[in-house]
């Protein structure tokens, strides 16, 4: 199809509030997969998500639609609903023209919902807001249509009233894809530049990259480059993702698609670089890159296989617990996904111990060290002064906790900067505070203190009970799990004759 033909687009929604549901309906209703050959949920593909019910790595589907006899291919761009994973959510955004903000008309606008929205204004994306679940007795559309209009101050008279579960609504939302969104601009002529806004590792091909086109074209053969990497390879490999990987020859500006070129290490091709070719080089790369190491650390080792680019390591070894590496990740709930995959796709056995911050030294002579472990803290005499990382946060909130949110900014060492309100009900209070004091369980505080639970409740649950996301009579799966989990509890670290379980490393984290 003609550039003016395409959409791309990407699905805004707080966690559970009905993504997955209505990415599943809108591939099912272009007929991009069969009915039969429907996982539930494709999108999310990895068993891991699944059983945790969120969404982890995110990827794309290309659809076809057809509109008033005109074909349409519509390329929906998936992005993680975590808060862990906001970095890789604004790129995904900025691979995009359009969005649709998917809320639920029971529940209404949550915090995380709104910090994406941002990203999408940011990123000057034509929003269409969805007001899913109608088909529930809650539901109160008219109410949540309002409260996104006085929230976000976006005309919502039009908002779409769907129900993903039931197929409500879903061409309407196929037809306002076609109709409100922008088709991207027709630039292949220019030189190329193309955004990576997803890759993973596989162990066969070697990092495979998911990339949006936005000037120029690429083709089977093209010798690129990587504009902030420097890295130079052939693309012996692109393709379109429908929602399966198909190859295809040449890839023109607006078109989504992946490459794989033996790429052997995720640092070549970060989320956020710029593909350019290395004959004909783009002046200057598109904006937005940046090293996804939020938490700190350094220097990534790229030998375990993972298909995470936001993840870094180096070797370390205590005298406590031996030889092991010091990772970095983007929170709680990363460094948690990042063990299990480990332990279940790499069949590894791994202890984690209390995450820490890489704090500056300055010594006496004028030269800066970094130290994370206090064995490792220079003499007295040798320092000067030590400086430690701090983090500048924006919590919104409604009105009525702001109080204990202060509280807890207060507890953490923090120093309380303002406080603004967005609308008569909801704050925006920010503080900057030592990074050590939210790597632990900051967000697991925050979100109990202020009870509209997001994700932890529905996680811990989902831990205990492996089997819950296991519908049917599958035997030889739920077999596996409780095997899995009787593996869980065996992990302990030996220190001495005591065996330590990993839970006290993770419960020192958890203390009130
Ligand atoms: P996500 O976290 O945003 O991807 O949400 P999911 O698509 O996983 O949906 C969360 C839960 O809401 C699931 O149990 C869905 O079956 C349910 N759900 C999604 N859409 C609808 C809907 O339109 N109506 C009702 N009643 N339930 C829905
Ligand atoms: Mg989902």
């Known amino acids: 199809v003609p550039v003016s033909n395409i959409r791309n687009f990407s699905i805004i929604a707080h966690i559970d509030h009905g993504k997955s549901t209505l990415a599943d309906k809108l591939l099912e209703l272009t007929g991009t997969v069969q009915k039969r050959e429907m996982k539930q949920q494709f999108l999310d ?40 994973f ?14 649709l903000l998917v809320v639920d008309a029971s529940q209404g606008v949550e915090a995380q919902t709104l910090a994406n929205v941002y990203l999408a204004l940011e990123n000057d994306l034509e929003i269409i807001p969805v007001l899913n679940k109608i088909d529930l007795p809650g539901a109160e559309p008219d109410r949540v249509a309002q409260e996104i209009e006085e929230i976000i101050g976006m005309d919502c008279s039009n908002a779409i009233r769907c129900s993903a579960k039931e197929g409500i609504g879903i061409t309407e939302i196929l037809d306002a894809i076609v109709t409100k969104i922008p088709p991207p601009q027709n630039t292949a002529k220019s030189p190329l530049r193309a955004l990576i806004f997803d890759s993973y590792y596989d162990p066969y091909r070697g990092v495979i990259v998911y990339f949006r086109v936005v000037d120029g074209s690429i083709k089977k053969g093209d010798k690129i480059c990587f504009m902030a990497s420097g890295k130079e390879y052939v693309a012996d490999e692109i393709g379109v993702l429908s929602p399966n990987q198909m190859q295809v020859s040449e890839l023109y500006a607006g078109e989504v698609g992946y490459l794989s070129a033996s790429i052997r290490s995720v640092a070549d091709a970060r989320v956020g670089d710029t593909i350019t070719h290395s004959s004909k080089r783009a002046e200057c790369a598109l904006p937005g890159y940046s090293q996804a190491t939020p938490m700190e650390l350094r220097e990534a080792l790229e030998k375990l296989q993972l298909n995470d680019a936001a993840l870094k390591f180096e070797p370390e070894s205590s005298s406590a617990m031996g030889f092991g590496f010091r990772c970095g990740f983007l929170g709680l709930l990363h460094m948690e996904i990042v063990q299990e995959r480990l332990e279940r796709e790499y069949n590894l056995n791994l202890i984690i111990t209390a995450p820490s911050v890489v704090y500056h030294v300055n010594l006496a002579d004028g030269e800066t060290v970094e130290c994370s472990n206090p064995s490792l803290l220079p003499e007295p005499g040798k320092r000067r002064s030590i400086e430690e990382p701090y983090v500048k946060i924006d919590m919104l909130t409604p009105k009525e906790y702001i109080g204990p949110i202060m509280e807890l900014g207060q507890e953490r060492r923090g120093e309380f900067k303002e406080m603004n309100f967005i609308t008569e009900n909801r704050a925006s209070v920010v503080y900057e505070l030592p990074l050590a004091e939210m790597v632990g369980d900051f967000f697991d505080q925050l979100k ?7 994700a932890s409740e529905a996680l811990s649950a989902i831990r205990k009970d492996v089997l819950s996301k296991c519908y049917g009579g599958d035997i030889s799966r739920k077999k596996k799990l409780l095997k899995k989990q009787a593996e869980g509890k065996r992990r302990m670290k030996a220190i001495g004759r005591v065996d330590v379980p990993q839970e006290a490393f993770m419960a020192v984290l958890k203390l009130e």
Request: aromatic residues 4%.
């Open 448 to 454: 109990s203190r202020s009870a509209k639970v997001i």
């Open 86 to 99: 906001s970095y890789e959510v604004s790129r995904s955004l900025a691979a995009c023209e359009g969005a």
């Open 45 to 84: 593909n990895m068993d891991l998500e699944r059983e945790r019910g969120i969404t982890i790595k995110l990827q794309a589907a290309r659809m076809r639609y057809i509109m008033n006899d005109e074909p349409y291919c519509l390329n929906l761009i998936d992005t993680p609903g975590h808060v862990d």
